[in-house]
Every structure is written in C-alpha cells, then in structure tokens.
C-alpha cells in the first residue's frame, strides 16, 4: 500500500516501494522516481534494477541515488537537486523509511535557497520526518546559498 508522504509541490518521500507502487505513482502524477537504498541493505528487497525495470514500465524516469545511513556526499545532493530541477514535474523518492530520501532532498534545497532550514523542517515534520539532527547543517547552507 503506497505511503508517499507529499513535502513540497514538487517532492514526496515514501518507504520501500512495492510493486503496485509504481502505478499508483504514474497515475498520481509523478515523472520520476528516486530510489535511495544501496542493492542488498536488507533480505528480500527489490533490487536497484527491478525497480528500474517497474518504472519504466510505468512510464516514469528513474534514478538510483543509493545512500547507506549517514553516508551523504555532496555528489549524492547535488544529483538529488538536479533531479528534482529537471524532472518535468513531481519526484517521488524513497528508502527503507523515507528519511534519506527526505535528507538529501532538504540538503539540496538549503543548497539552493529555493527553501529555508526552518521552511524544510517543517515540510519534513508534516510529512512524519525528523530533520532536526540536520538543521544546523541546513541553516549553514541556507545562509551560504544567500550570500
């Protein structure tokens, strides 16, 4: 059963999806998806590739952006942000619970100024995520996106 948790026009996060998942998010309208899990983080998941084979079949794009927990790189935001920016409409990504996938968006919105830390806890919070280990992160490159 889809669980995709809307954070901004343009975003929602979601736990591991399951099959019947990627329909559900072509006919909700989304225009990419983003998986964040590395390939064999747990027993019996669906495999970088299946999942790319499900979207496309879906007719969405796909991206594999795999983030082991507190592993984020500035090549991992910069690529999540550029997916976001360039989709051509609603991104739809996700993770064994949605909170990378919610980090890495927050941190490629902070980079950008498109958002501010407090805008993007809240938006996080709404959607049932936890950003505060991240805000003075996100507070710090609001600022730098500013200047």
């Known amino acids: ?3 995709f ?3 901004s026009d343009s975003f929602s996060a979601s736990p591991q999806l399951a099959k019947a998942d990627f329909q559900a998010a072509r006919d ?32 969405l794009a796909y991206e594999s952006i795999p983030m082991e ?7 991992m935001v910069a690529k999540m942000g550029a ?11 996700y993770c064994r619970s949605g909170t990378r996938s919610t980090m890495l968006w927050a941190l490629s ?5 498109k958002m501010n830390a407090e805008q993007l ?6 959607a049932g ?3 505060s280990p991240l805000k003075p992160q996100l507070e710090a490159m609001s600022a730098q996106a500013k200047s």
């Open 109 to 113: 919105q902070a980079g950008s100024g």
């Open 1 to 3: 059963m889809s669980d």
């Open 5 to 7: 948790r809307r954070l």
């Open 83 to 93: 997916c976001v920016e360039n989709a051509g409409g609603p991104v739809l990504a």
């Open 28 to 59: 909700q309208g989304f225009a990419m998806i983003i998986n964040n899990r590395p390939d064999n983080e747990e027993p019996g998941q669906m495999s970088s590739a299946e999942a790319r084979a499900e979207t496309e079949a879906a007719g």
């Open 129 to 131: 995520y936890d950003l």
């Open 121 to 126: 806890s809240g938006a996080a919070q709404s």
């Open 69 to 75: 927990p507190g592993q984020v790189t500035p090549e």
